[in-house]
């Protein structure tokens, strides 16, 4: 009993710090999260046998299901992946329904016939997005039309926006900007009815045509640093 104690507290220390955590698939197994009342732990990644440190798995393309350093095996099943950039992939969990994107540099541009943004035959499966660091401008049309989706969280690094990044995402209804983005593009959150309150952050400078055109919001506090509106941005 003792040493299950001792193993539960190592393992979430290894988890919160990134540290390696020692054991073998069945010992993870074995743990009683809930009788010990650790519910912290039920969403924690497992490093058995050896991630060296890592606190996350790694794999060789979108299809290995096998993490190179520990053999941890993630559920493919539930797992969609594609690119959005020369340089920036993306993963759709379709239990969570989380949508992560993570590289470097700047997203695609899409339009509206031919050429739409990849999520959105996806879109029933998408209520919270989260775009990574190193990301730093979100292209045209992005997200949009992705109308089950409740929350964005931007990455630090997010700079500049296109146009109709998130028109006519009706449920969206939380924000959460960067401190370095400067500018929000046209028609960006037009039609966002759920999108009641907004914080912007004091480093926007340019809101362009239409941004929040449509949207739910009432009152918005303008920082002192906008410099340039356009029309009928509410």
């Given at each position: 009993?003792?040493?299950?104690?001792?193993h539960?507290?190592?393992?979430?220390?290894?988890?919160?710090?990134g540290?390696?955590?020692?054991?073998?698939?069945?010992?993870?197994?074995?743990?009683?999260?809930?009788?010990?009342?650790?519910?912290?732990?039920?969403?924690?990644?497992?490093?058995y046998?050896?991630?060296?440190?890592?606190?996350?798995?790694?794999?060789?393309?979108?299809?290995?299901?096998?993490?190179?350093?520990?053999?941890?095996?993630?559920?493919?099943?539930?797992?969609?992946?594609?690119?959005?950039?020369?340089?920036i992939?993306?993963?759709?969990?379709?239990?969570?329904?989380?949508?992560?994107?993570?590289?470097?540099?700047?997203?695609?541009?899409?339009?509206?016939?031919?050429?739409?943004?990849?999520?959105?035959?996806h879109?029933?499966?998408?209520?919270?997005?989260?775009?990574?660091?190193?990301?730093?401008?979100?292209?045209?049309?992005?997200?949009?039309g992705?109308?089950?989706?409740?929350?964005?969280?931007?990455?630090?690094?997010?700079?500049?926006?296109?146009?109709?990044?998130?028109?006519?995402?009706?449920?969206?209804?939380?924000?959460?900007?960067n401190s370095?983005?400067?500018?929000?593009g046209?028609?960006?959150?037009?039609?966002?009815?759920?999108?009641?309150?907004?914080?912007?952050?004091?480093?926007?400078?340019d809101?362009?045509?239409?941004?929040?055109?449509?949207?739910?919001?009432?009152?918005?506090?303008?920082?002192?640093?906008v410099?340039?509106?356009?029309?009928?941005?509410?």
């Amino acid at each position: 009993l003792c040493w299950l104690r001792g193993h539960i507290r190592s393992y979430r220390s290894s988890c919160r710090l990134g540290n390696n955590s020692r054991g073998s698939q069945t010992d993870k197994d074995s743990i009683g999260i809930d009788e010990w009342g650790n519910e912290d732990l039920t969403n924690a990644i497992w490093h058995y046998n050896s991630c060296f440190g890592s606190a996350e798995h790694t794999y060789d393309g979108n299809t290995d299901a096998d993490c190179n350093e520990c053999g941890y095996v993630r559920d493919l099943s539930v797992l969609v992946f594609g690119t959005c950039g020369n340089n920036i992939s993306w993963e759709l969990n379709t239990a969570t329904k989380v949508l992560k994107l993570t590289g470097t540099g700047i997203t695609y541009n899409y339009v509206n016939v031919g050429n739409v943004n990849p999520f959105i035959e996806h879109r029933a499966n998408i209520k919270t997005i989260i775009i990574g660091d190193g990301i730093t401008h979100l292209g045209n049309r992005l997200f949009r039309g992705l109308t089950q989706v409740e929350s964005v969280k931007f990455g630090k690094d997010v700079a500049t926006m296109g146009y109709e990044v998130f028109y006519g995402d009706t449920a969206l209804e939380k924000v959460t900007f960067n401190s370095k983005l400067t500018n929000i593009g046209a028609l960006s959150f037009y039609g966002c009815t759920a999108l009641e309150s907004i914080a912007l952050p004091s480093t926007v400078k340019d809101i362009a045509n239409r941004a929040f055109k449509g949207s739910g919001l009432t009152t918005v506090d303008l920082p002192n640093s906008v410099k340039t509106l356009g029309y009928e941005v509410f």
